[in-house]
């Protein structure tokens, strides 16, 4: 067992997680230090609560390239509500930032399921149409902090136990993927799908109905992301979380979550985004702009799915030889 998991993917990535912060430390000793990797952490919390969300997407054998537009467009809209009653209570505002998330993974799975329209092609048009009602409703300006309610922008960067609740927050999520991917019907469902959808039907399982529940979860996921990110950095405009959802699918691959659906696990997407934000956080400190992340995250799953493809070959290789020999 121990062999396994040391050959398993998430140990290989976890592997160079720690080569790669050895690395860092030998020429920035502070960079690891409980202080600082507790911030590269809470930096990364909403890269891991958005690739969880995209992983179950993922395992359906879908895609949501809406994530990062959600976000924006629930973070601009919770955002405008501070301005207007900036006495509304936070768990409200979170409430209705899942809720307005939700919604919008909702209308995703319905285009995916009811019009059995391509994910890349529905996630791309309702990621434009998300960005272009930000635009709408906002009139090209930004909110910003001094627009903000102090207890709005507060309870992301409150601090519990020595983390931010943002921090714990994406703990609390990662905990609940664990039980919902390894414990519920829905959880091997989502596997089942992108396995083989056509075995699935046979065991009772609606395929479409699976993939519209994914597409829920991401995008209330979003739409906590999108509250937890306008709060944090208390400013609210258009362009928000620009370019975010190649980083969440760069978490997922990377993570070995396979593109083709039904392989993945919670571990490696929680990697996955470590391995971006440590990566991300890492490139000032050796004098690398922070604008290479997009090529970084880009390059990163080039690489990431031609791992998995020479994986499957070299499997497929050895079975056809093994028939060869039996004949």
Request: hydrophobic share 60%; proline share 4%.
């Amino acid at each position: 067992m121990i062999l396994s998991f040391l050959k398993s993917r998430e140990a290989i990535l976890a592997g160079a997680i720690l080569v790669l912060v050895v690395a860092i430390a030998s020429r920035f000793p502070a960079f690891v230090t409980p202080a600082n990797l507790a911030n590269v952490f809470n930096d990364t919390a909403p890269l891991i609560i958005l690739a969880l969300g995209q992983m179950v997407v993922i395992l359906t054998r879908c895609i949501d390239l809406s994530v990062a537009a959600n976000l924006a467009l629930t973070g601009m809209v919770v955002a405008m509500l501070n301005t207007a009653m900036p006495g509304l209570p936070v768990p409200l505002i979170l409430l209705l930032a899942v809720s307005l998330g939700a919604l919008m993974g909702l209308l995703n799975g319905l285009l995916v399921w009811r019009l059995d329209i391509p994910p890349i092609v529905v996630t791309l048009g309702t990621m434009t149409i998300y960005r272009g009602i930000i635009f709408v409703i906002s009139g090209g300006e930004w909110i910003n902090a001094h627009e903000m309610s102090d207890a709005f922008k507060a309870f992301p960067r409150e601090v519990v136990f020595g983390l931010p609740v943002l921090s714990w927050i994406a703990i609390v999520v990662v905990l609940g993927f664990v039980v919902l991917i390894g414990r519920t019907p829905l959880g091997r469902a989502f596997f089942a799908v992108g396995g083989n959808p056509h075995a699935a039907v046979y065991t009772g399982i609606n395929v479409g109905q699976t993939q519209c529940a994914a597409y829920v979860i991401s995008g209330a996921l979003a739409g906590l992301t999108g509250y937890l990110w306008v709060a944090r950095y208390a400013v609210a405009y258009v362009d928000i979380a620009g370019g975010f959802e190649l980083e969440v699918v760069a978490a997922c691959v990377i993570g070995g979550i396979s593109i083709a659906g039904g392989v993945g696990s919670v571990g490696g997407a929680l990697l996955g985004a470590l391995f971006l934000g440590i990566v991300k956080n890492a490139l000032p400190v050796i004098n690398i702009s922070p604008f290479w992340q997009l090529a970084i995250s880009g390059s990163a799953i080039i690489i990431a799915v031609a791992f998995n493809a020479t994986s499957s070959r070299t499997k497929g290789r050895v079975i056809l030889k093994k028939a060869e020999h039996a004949a």
